[in-house]
């Protein structure tokens, strides 16, 4: 029962590198999306995707790239890494639109921007 | 306006009281709400799902008030493994399936 899994679990990369967030899930889940998590912010949606080929902006998406060519991998890129997106980065998944449907979190990934 | 709004506490409780966390939402159309648990910053996890009627898990209850746009938590005889932060979650499926996440409210249970 692997569920949602995230690669690698700690990050430390240089100014303007490019670096990639892998998620996996096992659940065939439609629905998966991309948080970053800073004291005194909350949770906050970088990308989401309602399926494979289909992705959307979330409410902080500068910066970062995603993909979704198979249901069961989202991963989300860097292109030129800036010390402000050092943070703890959160993939999750749901089900599909269904009501009540709750979210399911990878064990998240810290990245360090030196 | 924030779409969720939490008192970020800290609350720090002695071993057996009763603690209640409240939770508001700015969207009257929102569908689902969750309380999470998050432990020093690992993944949230859900701690239960919050149902128009109310409903109860163990020590925990969680209410919904539609009409004044908030949810509830209650903790009954606090435990020192209770320790941690709780996340107040919105869905509103009219958004692309989005969630809308609170800040968080610190709960410290003291022995």
């Known amino acids: 029962d692997a569920g949602i899994t995230q690669s690698p679990r700690y990050k430390i990369t240089e100014t303007g590198r490019q670096v990639t967030l892998m998620c996996h899930q096992t659940?065939?889940?439609?629905?998966m999306f991309w948080y970053r998590q800073d004291l005194g912010h909350g949770l906050r949606l970088i990308y989401y995707s309602a399926a494979a080929d289909i992705t959307d902006k979330g409410e902080v998406p500068d910066g970062y790239v995603v993909s979704r060519s198979k249901t069961e991998n989202f991963p989300l890129t860097l292109e030129s890494a800036t010390r402000s997106q050092t943070s703890v980065y959160f993939c999750?998944?749901?089900?599909?639109?269904?009501?009540?449907?709750?979210?399911?979190f990878g064990n998240g990934t810290r990245l360090t921007v030196t | 306006r924030k779409e969720v709004e939490q008192d970020p506490g800290p609350f720090n409780v002695p071993e057996g009281a009763t603690v209640a966390f409240n939770c508001t939402y700015s969207?009257?159309?929102?569908?689902?709400f969750f309380w999470y648990r998050q432990d020093c910053r690992k993944e949230p996890k859900l701690l239960m799902s919050v149902y128009s009627s109310g409903n109860e898990d163990g020590r925990f209850t969680a209410q919904l008030n539609r009409a004044s746009q908030y949810i509830s938590l209650l903790i009954r005889d606090s435990k020192l493994s209770d320790s941690a932060t709780y996340l107040c979650?919105?869905?509103?499926?009219?958004?692309?399936?989005?969630?809308?996440f609170g800040t968080g409210t610190s709960l410290t249970v003291i022995p």
């Open positions: 979650v919105v869905n509103y499926l009219g958004s692309g399936n989005q969630f809308y």
């Open positions: 659940w065939s889940h439609s629905y």
């Open positions: 969207n009257s159309a929102s569908q689902s």
């Open positions: 999750a998944s749901i089900s599909g639109g269904s009501y009540n449907s709750p979210l399911h």
